[in-house]
């Protein structure tokens, strides 16, 4: 099975925190030369910052400039379920290749919670449906053995895995070897070749907007049986991690990265970080250490 890499991409704003669409273009045209594939609104994407027609603008745009080059999945999670069957019945429309759901934020809820809401989503559209679990932000996580009940479902492609723990990232690449047609992709930084070695369909990482070309080598030369080539760059793509996220919360660091590297990417939405002179020295010394400037 070749394996694949996603980028979860920024969204650029303007200095007034309109949505910058042509710089977001071009971070889509530097990840498709890479060849990476692409997140769009994750949590590097600033999606809960993001309204709802930004959301379905912001990925008509991506979509577009991608232009079948690679594949492109969008979040659509929200709190309620209504609002994220809505969200996905847009992104349907549009022709994505996946719909990632974040777990509902904010409302506490049982895994029999989670199982009616997946299910609800899942049934709404024919575009596949992608877990994704992160509940350091939302509080809610999906147990594998709700996951190996979902991957049940026929619309339920597969699973994000942003915990950041190798057990529950090994537990869910349980469900995908019992459970045919659901894919595991790998969120943290640092677990990417070893996710592939042990069973994952590829990763989805917010550090690939920093270093791309590193990311696309790490699943590249995984995909040709270059184990050496592949340990290498998963070496400089770790070093990099530990460099940078010292610093702070890490999509807030890759986002400041990434402005260094290029202004055009814009500041956060507020009441994100605010850009630090001092803070940005450092960064600018890790991305010089790094040659990436």
């Known amino acids: 099975m070749t394996k694949s890499a996603y980028v979860a991409l920024v969204t650029c704003f303007n200095d007034d925190e309109t949505i910058n669409y042509e710089a977001t273009r071009a971070q ?23 309204t709802y027609d930004e959301k379905v603008k912001l990925t008509e745009e991506v979509v577009d400039e ?25 992104f349907d429309r549009i022709g994505v290749d996946g719909i990632a759901v974040i777990t509902p934020f904010f409302i506490a809820c049982t ?19 992608y877990l994704y679990d992160i509940p350091a932000r939302t509080q809610n996580h999906i147990e594998p053995e709700t996951a190996a009940k979902l ?12 915990g950041g723990a190798k057990e529950t990232l090994e537990a869910y690449m349980s469900v995908g070897k019992e459970k045919d047609g659901f894919d595991v992709y790998s969120g943290p930084d640092h677990l990417v070749h070893w996710a592939l070695q042990n069973g994952a369909a590829g990763c989805i990482s917010g550090l690939g907007n920093v270093m791309p070309n590193v990311l696309a080598k790490i699943v590249s030369c995984y995909n040709a049986g270059d184990e050496d080539g592949a340990a290498a760059a998963q070496e400089t793509y770790t070093g990099m991690r530990v460099d940078l996220y010292k610093l702070g919360f890490p999509p807030a660091m890759v986002k400041r990265a990434l402005w260094v590297m290029d202004h055009s990417v814009g500041a956060s939405r507020q ?23």
């Open 66 to 90: 991608v232009g079948g080059k690679v594949k492109v999945i969008v979040n659509a999670g929200m709190p309620a379920t209504f609002e994220t069957v809505k969200l996905s019945k847009e």
């Open 28 to 50: 889509v045209r530097r990840q498709v030369e890479a060849g990476n594939n692409i997140l769009c609104a994750g949590t590097n994407g600033d999606f809960s910052a993001l």
């Open 271 to 293: 009441p994100a970080l605010l850009p630090d002179p001092e803070q940005d020295k450092e960064i600018e010394a890790i991305l010089k250490k790094y040659e990436l400037i």
């Open 111 to 129: 895994q029999d919670g989670l199982i009616r809401h997946y299910t609800t989503v899942a049934d709404a559209v024919s575009t596949p449906i």
């Open 151 to 162: 991957a049940d479902h026929p619309n339920i492609a597969g699973i994000k895995d942003s």
